[in-house]
């Protein structure tokens, strides 16, 4: 290669930054591909902070995790989608896409959920479940394989949501195959240009019906997560008046009633089970009167008097009986809350006086509140709010302009490397282009989860969740955008097959364990390189695409 002034002028204008990598020696396309590297790096960084300052906003603090990272941590993601289907040779080229979006996709399904689970991990009791908020009561030294977290009801829905839009894949998926095994020559393992033109035209209508299809499920999931939030801000507000004795218990259990779903004769389940146990989880600890953590009968009494029971003496100690489910004289929480569900159930047997106030006394619960920068501490709460959106505003700002920038060098980089080393793209960007553009997700999955607590892990693997879910909507819109505009024929059976596997691994194992031990960490971690592994079989032993 020539000097520098030399490589400066070949590139496309004088004052072009960037250079052509083909014409770098192995030194300095090292040196570029760092830098570029680099760059994503901080610009994920001020990506992840600016997040994690709008949590301290309390109306948009729910859709931080599973709106704000997702979206924009797809972006680097989409760019490299885009960028690697511009050029000259796009059916060549675009594999590098293919590896940045199949390797953002697996990576934060596991990298991050393994650190999750690493940093995030308490002792478990002796039910299997994480002693939140009971750190103190742990023993000293507790197995590893004792430990682990828990997560929220927000996760399983989401994993679902997630599973579902990993079929828009098959809208151009199996159309594709159709096309590739009609255009196939035996006697050749080189593809004709005609045949490739030809599938691309079969391919075009499915790609346009994916991509309106990948749009609606973006647009669906951010429905979703407003939604959810909007659920999650109310109830707090409950809570919160809970706690500082505004609303009494009887008030509590009038807004729950609306809340959950109670039927006549089947137990509460699921998401209304665990709405219900965080409003009357306060008035356990309430008439907790000895703190032992347990109701006994008088205390029992004592809350069934406070709701106006119209039950005679007799009756009160048959339901106390009832409830007792093990025998042993006093209420556990799960027995108090099947109660509060059987008053729900029978409203007309309570009469609480009108102007009845039980005040809650303060007490701990695990989770944390947010710091505010030191240098915002001082200012009112208007200015402090606006001074938050502000440089929350910036910092997103200014990191998502870097990635735009930044990511179509990064493109061409990881393609030279992959024809230097004649390593098909698709290896080289999968392993490398994550790391570079999607570290605002792993810098936040680590934040979160050293909280220790559920809130945290639950926002933790909502970010991971609400990535995949972009990916499976937002980056494959684009690429199927490319597909049909630049008239690419689909030839990714294996990394399809690859993409949809872990996503089902992982999105089951969050619908059947929200509660996941050590152990579960290094099975989720393995799906890593075992995604790799699995498109290597399919391309090279059963020949696929």
């Given at each position: 290669?020539?000097?520098?002034?030399?490589?400066?002028?070949e590139?496309?204008d004088?004052?072009?930054?960037?250079?052509?990598?083909?014409i770098?020696?192995?030194?300095?396309?090292?040196?570029?591909?760092?830098?570029y590297?680099?760059?994503?790096?901080?610009a994920?960084?001020?990506?992840s902070?600016?997040?994690?300052?709008?949590?301290?906003?309390p109306s948009?603090a729910?859709i931080v995790?599973s709106v704000f990272l997702?979206?924009?941590?797809a972006?680097?993601?989409?760019m490299?989608?885009?960028?690697?289907?511009l050029?000259?040779?796009?059916q060549?080229?675009?594999s590098?896409?293919v590896?940045?979006?199949?390797?953002?996709?697996?990576?934060?399904?596991?990298?991050?959920?393994?650190?999750?689970i690493?940093?995030?991990?308490?002792?478990?009791d002796?039910?299997g479940?994480?002693?939140?908020?009971k750190l103190?009561?742990?023993?000293?030294?507790?197995?590893a394989?004792?430990?682990?977290i828990?997560?929220?009801e927000?996760?399983?829905?989401?994993?679902?949501f997630?599973?579902?839009t990993?079929?828009?894949y098959?809208i151009?998926?199996?159309?594709?195959?159709i096309?590739?095994e009609n255009?196939h020559d035996p006697?050749?393992?080189v593809?004709?240009v005609a045949?490739?033109?030809k599938?691309a035209?079969?391919?075009?209508?499915?790609?346009?019906i994916g991509?309106?299809?990948?749009?609606?499920?973006f647009?669906?999931?951010?429905?979703l997560?407003?939604?959810?939030?909007?659920?999650?801000?109310?109830?707090?507000a409950?809570?919160?008046?809970?706690k500082?004795?505004?609303?009494?218990?009887?008030?509590?259990?009038?807004f729950a009633?609306?809340?959950?779903?109670v039927?006549?004769?089947?137990?509460?389940?699921?998401?209304?089970?665990?709405?219900?146990?965080?409003?009357?989880r306060?008035?356990?600890?309430?008439y907790?009167h000895?703190?032992?953590g347990?109701?006994?009968?008088?205390?029992?009494?004592?809350l069934m008097?406070?709701l106006?029971?119209k039950?005679?003496?007799e009756?009160?100690?048959?339901?106390?009986?009832?409830?007792?489910?093990d025998?042993?004289?006093?209420?556990?929480?799960?027995?108090?809350?099947?109660?509060?569900s059987e008053?729900?159930?029978?409203?007309?047997?309570?009469e609480?006086a009108?102007?009845e106030k039980?005040?809650?006394?303060a007490?701990?619960?695990?989770e944390e509140e947010?710091?505010?920068p030191d240098?915002?501490?001082?200012?009112?709460?208007?200015?402090?709010r606006?001074?938050i959106?502000?440089?929350?505003?910036?910092m997103?700002?200014?990191?998502t302009?870097?990635?735009?920038?930044?990511?179509?060098?990064?493109?061409?980089?990881?393609?030279?490397?992959?024809?230097r080393?004649?390593?098909?793209?698709?290896?080289?960007?999968f392993?490398l282009?994550p790391?570079?553009s999607?570290?605002?997700e792993?810098?936040?999955?680590?934040?979160?989860?050293t909280?220790?607590?559920?809130?945290g892990?639950?926002?933790?693997?909502?970010?991971?969740v609400?990535?995949?879910?972009m990916?499976n909507?937002?980056?494959l819109?684009?690429?199927?955008?490319?597909?049909?505009?630049k008239?690419?024929?689909?030839?990714?059976?294996a990394?399809?097959f690859?993409?949809?596997?872990?996503?089902?691994?992982i999105?089951?194992?969050?619908?059947?364990?929200?509660?996941?031990?050590?152990?579960?960490?290094?099975?989720i971690?393995?799906?890593y390189?075992?995604?790799?592994v699995?498109?290597?079989?399919?391309?090279?032993i059963?020949m696929?695409?």
């Amino acid at each position: 290669p020539g000097s520098s002034m030399e490589m400066l002028a070949e590139a496309p204008d004088g004052f072009w930054p960037f250079v052509e990598p083909d014409i770098l020696n192995y030194g300095q396309l090292i040196f570029v591909t760092l830098i570029y590297a680099l760059v994503l790096y901080q610009a994920s960084n001020l990506i992840s902070d600016g997040s994690e300052l709008l949590l301290l906003i309390p109306s948009v603090a729910g859709i931080v995790g599973s709106v704000f990272l997702p979206i924009l941590g797809a972006v680097p993601d989409g760019m490299m989608v885009l960028f690697s289907g511009l050029g000259p040779d796009a059916q060549t080229q675009v594999s590098v896409g293919v590896g940045a979006l199949a390797g953002s996709t697996v990576m934060l399904l596991t990298i991050p959920w393994f650190i999750a689970i690493v940093f995030g991990r308490v002792p478990l009791d002796a039910q299997g479940e994480p002693m939140y908020g009971k750190l103190q009561d742990a023993p000293k030294k507790v197995p590893a394989l004792k430990t682990g977290i828990a997560f929220g009801e927000p996760i399983p829905l989401l994993a679902k949501f997630m599973l579902l839009t990993t079929l828009t894949y098959l809208i151009i998926q199996i159309p594709a195959t159709i096309e590739e095994e009609n255009a196939h020559d035996p006697q050749t393992a080189v593809v004709p240009v005609a045949m490739t033109d030809k599938e691309a035209r079969g391919e075009s209508v499915y790609a346009v019906i994916g991509l309106v299809t990948c749009l609606l499920g973006f647009v669906g999931y951010l429905v979703l997560s407003v939604t959810l939030s909007s659920t999650d801000t109310v109830l707090a507000a409950v809570i919160d008046g809970i706690k500082s004795g505004k609303i009494s218990i009887a008030a509590a259990l009038e807004f729950a009633s609306h809340e959950v779903k109670v039927g006549m004769t089947a137990p509460l389940t699921g998401h209304d089970k665990k709405k219900l146990k965080t409003i009357i989880r306060p008035f356990y600890h309430r008439y907790d009167h000895n703190y032992d953590g347990k109701l006994d009968y008088t205390e029992f009494v004592h809350l069934m008097n406070d709701l106006g029971s119209k039950t005679n003496k007799e009756k009160l100690e048959k339901t106390f009986i009832d409830v007792d489910k093990d025998k042993d004289g006093n209420l556990s929480f799960e027995e108090f809350a099947d109660c509060v569900s059987e008053i729900l159930k029978h409203p007309e047997e309570f009469e609480p006086a009108e102007s009845e106030k039980i005040f809650m006394p303060a007490y701990d619960t695990e989770e944390e509140e947010e710091a505010v920068p030191d240098d915002l501490k001082n200012l009112n709460p208007k200015a402090q709010r606006r001074m938050i959106v502000l440089r929350a505003s910036y910092m997103m700002g200014f990191g998502t302009c870097l990635v735009l920038l930044f990511s179509d060098p990064m493109v061409d980089a990881l393609g030279e490397w992959g024809t230097r080393l004649n390593i098909p793209g698709f290896y080289v960007s999968f392993i490398l282009a994550p790391f570079a553009s999607n570290a605002s997700e792993l810098l936040a999955a680590y934040n979160y989860a050293t909280k220790k607590t559920k809130k945290g892990i639950t926002t933790s693997i909502s970010t991971l969740v609400g990535a995949g879910c972009m990916n499976n909507t937002f980056c494959l819109a684009i690429f199927l955008a490319l597909v049909y505009v630049k008239g690419l024929a689909w030839r990714f059976k294996a990394e399809t097959f690859a993409i949809m596997l872990i996503q089902w691994i992982i999105g089951g194992l969050a619908l059947v364990k929200p509660t996941q031990s050590l152990i579960y960490a290094f099975l989720i971690l393995a799906c890593y390189p075992g995604c790799l592994v699995v498109v290597y079989v399919l391309e090279n032993i059963f020949m696929w695409d």
